[in-house]
């Protein structure tokens, strides 16, 4: 793929020779990105792309992974969006009824911080307003803060129906909450009970897995020792009569109820059954078997604290252990009888200190060394999270589980890369009931009441929208209401059917447009959003929620790093939409997926994409400025179809006339024509492939791939190639050159437009277009256009111009300096039939030779130098004789490099194989140079 560097000259001869109000139509001489975005983001948002559940079209439907209203555009975002609104353009115009619905998650816990930060700084909490006037001030907020992330993706452009626009607290999503849960508790898969969760202490919630961030942080890991109950007993890791144990928590021993060891463990084995005290205490605790120790992780044996480590809850809920919690909501020892008094009351980490001390000093602490421990921190406040145990609701997830594996294993459902198949399966297939409770006030109030003695009632299944304080049946009992929300992820499992009408499913949205057909989000979400969809999908439509999971990788900084404020490496993409447009920006996020990795920001992609722009302004305006020159001279020869194409030309200035020939019919008309250049033919042949390459990797969802390929495609072969191959044949206004050059434009722009929707939007206005290009045909190949024999002939001249501008490098000329040379070989009948097309570009005259030359052969096709005239013959072989030296000097040093067997081993692998790779291309230069200086021997 080539890789094309800034560059501070046009490419294309583009200069105006016209007055400016005449300068190619209607385009500025130079593309200003800010000049035209704006406005076709403003349309796009006013006037959006509405869905029609009545067409006959087959669906094609994309929900937005709901960005949370608190948040700002990130690069995430960006990228998740444009691959999108990629995929919904491209579809769009092939044919379907391409929905693309925009919404916004309530985000419970990061709303209800924000809020609540606003009212501290004006002396206030929640609870002196209370629930209701407190979420008032939330809604409040919302309606004048939140959503701000949508108009920042309405400037990236995407094609949304913002009619259908959804949020997660809204009236018909609220109710959908509501009826999922009082399915799942009628069905006996709702349930309230006493796990581990995780806990905020500053926040006073429960929280998700996503909503922690892990970190590594510097510990202590400390070596305890508890005394057997058995004086003469021995434990292979300690003393007579002492079994140690090794923890980063010390203070959580109070709460130990066992001590655990694998049943395998010839070390422990006699062990199990004895009891061992636990220390500071007089409490002692039995020694059990669990297949939950891993016999080669630090001693051997684990405390088990059922009530602060998942882990030591399942080993406790297997050999029926107690669950007493030393811990409290605030994260502070409790004053229970089981923390000795001098630590009840103490905050957590000081507590760990004091315990420390004390093990100390009783003689207990074997040892404290330097640990790192990977802790959770909560994503908002930024505390540590507790593992503690509560009684909240639970979702049982197995049964749905096995619907989904069921799904996959029939092919309802694929994920692309398909190796993320095996994470979603082996996920799904070890999975725990879900928590689905959080101790806020910002969300779905579950709708669950209790009476006096704690029993628990739900809205009735037949008429779940009624609350149960309201239901004349419970009259007479005084029923208080579940002060938790739900999850907000118990919200978003049901976005691909809930912003469709769910449960109401005789709704024309979801018979139209249900299920979706690709989700589009980062792997990391794989577990606690997509697999939810999934379930959820499963348990309550007996559908798959999308056919296609699209993973796309992390967005990572330069160093391969994940962005965070605290490290500052975090990248706003509103400054590179200032930067370098937003079309160059979406071109960089699209030409970087590939396959699921990991991505890293690359400036100079960055770089390309506004170079990519700026070289398709350019060739449009060349083009429009030839089409306009030839107008006045074109007649109507009296060929057959010469009128439609002539009102072809004549529609890219004028668009009074209108589109009485497409762009595609244009095509078809001229695969008729016998008067076709050889660029033409080429160009036509070469249009064709890549519009079936490039579809072919779209509806693969390879939106990288099709990137790489339309640019290469654009650059290398339309506006490097073509455009010059063709000036010959467009300064005599050939018609059917003319009609190549404007059909292959639209062409492109077409094919460009799902990827670079402002500039191939303004283009194509700019061509003659009443209809905006994102309402026309997606192009497809026509096998007619394929024409082997024209892209062999035009491979030849494009040897024979590269073997021309070697030679010119060889002889120190530059190159625009003309030079007679002499074609040779099998191919230069086509190069000579086509001599002004190599000559226009390569600078050079073909002509016949005596006398000494100078030789250079591409592709089989030579091309030869005259040396007396052009060069002092004594002087240059000099110069080429050093070169070789310089050359034998190269690559001994290479050699040497990759015969050292010490570099070998520690150079990194792309230093050897740029080391092999000089040995091979200095090889091959100095091979070509002593041929040539064998001429003079």
Sequence with gaps: MTDHTPDTTPDLDTTPDQTPENDAGTLA???DPQAIEPAWAAKWRSEPFRADATSGKPPFTIVIPPPNVTGNLHLGHALDNTLIDTLIRFKRMAGFEALYLPGMDHAGISTQVVVERQLRDQGVSRHDLGREEFLKRVWDWKAESGGMILNQLSRLGVSADWTRE??????????AVRHQFVRLYHDG???????????DVAAQTTLSELEIDREV??????????????PNAAASNGEPGEIRIATVRPETIFADQAIAVHPNDPRFAHLVGQEARIPLTDRWVPIIADEAVEMEFGVGALKITPAHDPTDFEVGERHGLSRPSVIDLHGNLTSDDLVPEAFRGLERFAARKAVVKALTESGDLIEEKDHDTAIGLSERTKVPVEPIISEQWYV???????????????????LVPDRYGKVNRDWLENIRDWNISRQLWWGHQIPAWYDDQGNIYVPDPENPDLDCDQDPRYAHLNLRRDPDVFDTWFSSNLWPFSTLGWPDTDSEDFRKFYPTQVLVTGYD?????????????????????????????????????????????GIDPLNLFDQYGVDASRFAFAYLSTGGQDIRHDPRRFEQGRNFANKLWNAARFALLRLGEALPNLETSGAEGDADLIRYVQSALDDT?????????????????????LADRWILSRLNAVTAEATAQLNAFDIGAATRTLYSFTWDEFCDWYIEAAKPALAEGKLSTLVTLKATLEHILKMLHPIMPFITSELYAALGHRRQLAVHTWPEPDAALHDAEATRAFDALRAAVAAARNLKNELGMAPQERLNMAVEGDLAGIVLENARVVESIARVTLTTLEGRTLSAVEQGVTLRAPLEGTVDIADWLGKQKKRLTELDKQIKQAQNKLGNESFVARAPAEVIEEERRRVTDFGAQKERLEAVLAQFE
């Design 396 to 414: 049982k997830t197995k049964p749905f589980a096995e619907q989904v594996l069921a799904g996959l294993d029939s092919g309802d459902m694929t």
């Design 657 to 677: 006339a209108g589109e009485p020939v497409r762009s595609r019919d244009a095509l078809s008309m001229l695969r008729e024509r016998t008067d076709l250049s």
């Design 166 to 175: 959804r949020f997660t607290m809204d009236e018909g999503l609220s109710r």
């Design 525 to 569: 979400i794989l577990f606690f959003w997509v697999a939810r969809m999934q379930m959820a999908a499963y348990g309550l439509t007996g559908q798959a929620p999308f056919g296609t999971v699209m993973l796309h990788g992390l967005y990572l900084d330069a160093k391969g790093q994940k962005m965070s404020k605290s490290k500052g490496n």
């Design 189 to 199: 898969l709702a349930y309230r009970g006493e796990r581990i969760v995780n806990w």
């Design 217 to 230: 942080r510097k510990g202590k890991m400390t070596t305890l020792s508890y005394k057997l109950r058995d």
């Design 29 to 31: 001489k130079a593309f």
